[in-house]
């Protein structure tokens, strides 16, 4: 059976906001690092980075 997997994190390549999935609530929250939001910039046009490496089909 084949599985499709989708990322648990990812990080804006412009202004460096963290994000980690929330399962219990089915959305992206701002990671939080010692006490400290990685929101980076509020208006910034966020630039995700996906580079080909994560693979979301597990076989």
């Known amino acids: 059976m084949t599985a499709i997997t989708s990322p ?4 804006c390549e412009r202004c460096g906001r963290r994000d980690v999935w929330d399962d219990e609530e089915i ?3 701002i990671a939080v690092v010692d006490d400290e939001k990685q929101s980076g910039n509020p208006h910034c ?3 995700w980075d996906i580079n080909g ?7």
Do not use: A
């Open 53 to 59: 490496t994560f693979k979301p089909v597990d076989s």
């Open 27 to 29: 959305t992206w929250r």
């Open 8 to 11: 648990r994190e990812r990080e």
């Open 45 to 47: 046009l966020h630039e």
